[in-house]
């Protein structure tokens, strides 16, 4: 019996001891699964991580039959595998070092968002709620992906913000992308998948237990230029995130909070220890307009950048933000006219179009609409 390409990716993770820095070290090898099951098992055996036991398994794998339901599942599902060799998986997520080799994937994945993490207690308060909510309705306002784990408290606050926004937000979950946990959050995925996508590295029916989550985090900052948290005590999973944000070489924001809360221990320990003190969205993007591939202008803390606007001595705008000013009037322009009309991409034209906002050059309008401001 035949197998296609994808029958090999999932056979090959599907080996006992054949995690993913193993898996993805076969694959650099070997060029594709299917040749690494056609490769001699001494051959095999050359490999990092590759035991004799390993290539044994490897050479002798007959499992195709679960395989093939898995497969079936996620059709029935409406269920996306995004392999790590597809254009559509996302680039940032390839430079960590344990990246998954496969992704199942409900709703849209782009590699022109620009991802920021927000993250924090299960157990979070009214004011962290309030916060996470108001934070992430105007990152997606201003055109950025709001990154989370659908869980209690902050996480789900970070989602319900984005879809406020009208903008996208991504959900990785530490379970198998059918079971919904928490469970009372069934309709959040449905409404995540809708705006964006809800994404997990384990299988079917996978449950979210606990040591699935510190694996789930490190996507969570894989996926994303920095990592926000609003609320974590001083043994919450968030910091665990924080950690592994800067180990992947990622930004660390905190919001801070009253002195008095357990809730806001974890948080000020960050803003302690280098973590950028969040007090509004300037703050984030200020720190992530650099990182995105176009030339972004310094910019100053609002009350002085406002001064500036008003007694007429703004910076002088550099060439990418003068060509997208000239296709703005004062009708409102889309983004996708932007794209259309000009040569850059969309990622391009949204961090172009951040930099012009915060310099009080355009306003957006709701949709993704822009116009010159007067």
Request: proline letters at 5%; charged letters at 25%.
């Amino acid at each position: 019996m035949t197998h296609n390409d994808l029958e090999y990716w999932f056979a090959l993770k599907s080996l006992e001891k054949v995690g993913n820095v193993c898996f993805n070290n076969l694959v650099k090898t070997f060029g594709s699964p299917r040749a690494v099951f056609d490769a001699p098992a001494t051959s095999l055996q050359t490999i990092d991580r590759v035991t004799r036991k390993t290539a044994h398994n490897i050479k002798t794998f007959d499992n195709w039959a679960t395989i093939e339901r898995e497969l079936e599942l996620a059709d029935k599902l409406n269920v996306s595998i995004i392999t790590s060799n597809s254009p559509s998986y996302p680039r940032l997520l390839l430079n960590i070092y344990d990246f998954p080799p496969i992704l199942y994937v409900r709703g849209t994945l782009s590699n022109q968002d620009i991802n920021v993490a927000v993250v924090g207690s299960r157990m979070a308060s009214t004011y962290g709620r309030f916060t996470t909510e108001r934070l992430c309705r105007e990152l997606a306002m201003k055109g950025l992906t709001v990154v989370s784990g659908m869980a209690r408290g902050i996480d789900s606050a970070a989602h319900v913000g984005a879809i406020a926004g009208k903008g996208r937000t991504i959900a990785v979950l530490g379970s198998g992308i059918d079971v919904v946990y928490p469970p009372e959050n069934k309709r959040l995925f449905e409404r995540i998948a809708e705006n964006g996508a809800v994404i997990t590295e384990f299988p079917f029916s996978t449950q979210p237990l606990a040591f699935n989550f510190p694996a789930r985090n490190r996507i969570i900052s894989g996926l994303s230029l920095g990592v926000v948290v609003v609320e974590a005590n001083e043994k919450s999973g968030s910091l665990i995130t924080a950690r592994i944000a800067l180990e992947q070489g990622r930004e660390v924001f905190a919001v801070p909070g009253s002195i008095d809360s357990p809730r806001t221990k974890g948080t000020h320990k960050l803003i302690r220890e280098g973590a950028k003190l969040v007090e509004n969205t300037y703050d984030i993007l200020e720190e992530i307009l650099p990182q995105v591939n176009i030339n972004s202008r310094a910019v100053e803390p609002p009350d002085e950048r406002s001064q500036l606007e008003h007694s007429g001595k703004s910076e002088e705008l550099n060439a990418d933000e003068k060509a997208i000013l000239k296709l703005i009037g004062k009708k409102p322009v889309h983004v996708d006219s932007l794209a259309a009309d000009s040569s850059y991409q969309i990622h391009d034209i949204l961090s172009i179009l951040m930099s012009l906002e915060l310099g009080g050059h355009v306003e957006q309008l709701p949709g993704k609409n822009f116009i010159i401001k007067e």
